[in-house]
């Protein structure tokens, strides 16, 4: 009975002298309640009862997610979400296990200290422009502290800035109010283009109307000239055949104008001897213009001959 108790003790002290360590993990081995070694991976041997396995180490990377909430230069709450990855280094296992004992208290400490010393530096809009400066400044500051301590902090990300409610509206209504105001501004000046073009097309028009009245003009004088040629080589004179072309062209007028069943234009006078007065009239003044060029050029050839005979006079007496 003796034997098979000692059997029985025997192969439990054999199990409990081995134990396994996982991957990425390191176990922390105390002889008497003092630290005796650091055990690696893989199968792992031990001293019955004299040696203890105190605890395990993770050596992966591991998160701590800090919410903080802080005031702006211009005061303005905002609440910011901090991630800290970190390790613990494999060769300060030691440190790690026996200097500090809440680490994620530690980290979150130092974390909370930065963040508050950094953004009443800035104001909101730059918080959100500069995060990475501050996730710069919170992992230096960790790197500092924590490396005595045995821990390695790998990256610091800003993953969210959460300002207040009211004040996230305001910023909302700014945006809008200055998407709007763009807007307006690219819709003026859409509108000052198309004015400005129709000014360009209205002032080409004009000037290619103007350019067509007066070609329309000096075809007219040029067939009237031709008129006039024609007329004057059938023994019209220059007056009769300009005062026949005018009544021509009231008649082609009348004849035009009603033509047209919706033309209001009234042309007065407009009796029957309309054309005939309007030729009488011509004539008349054809007729007075004239006799005053006839006087004018008598007038004008009297006066030559005044002078002349007093230059004659003139020179007679000097020679006497």
Known sequence: MIGYIIIVLGVFLLLASFFTVKQQTAAVIERFGRFSSIRQSGLQLKIPVIDRIAGKINLRIQQLDVIIETKTKDNVFVKMKVSVQFKVIQEKVYEAFYKLEYPHDQITSYVFDVVRAEVPKLKLDDVFERKDDIAIAVKRELNEAMTTYGYDI????????????QVKNAMNRINAADREKTAAEYEAEAGRIRIVAKAKAEAESKRLQGQGIADQRR??????????????KVGINSQEASALIVVTQHYDTLQAIGADTNSNLILLPNSPQAGS?????????????????????KANSNSRIGKKKKDEFGTTEEEE
């Open 277 to 297: 007065d309007m030729l009488n009239n011509m004539v008349a003044s054809f007729t007075a213009s004239n006799q005053v060029g006839e006087a004018m050029k």
């Open 154 to 165: 790998i990256n610091t990300l800003i993953t969210d800035i959460d300002p207040d409610i």
């Open 219 to 232: 075809e007219i004088a040029r067939g009237l000239v031709e008129s006039v040629d024609v007329l004057n």
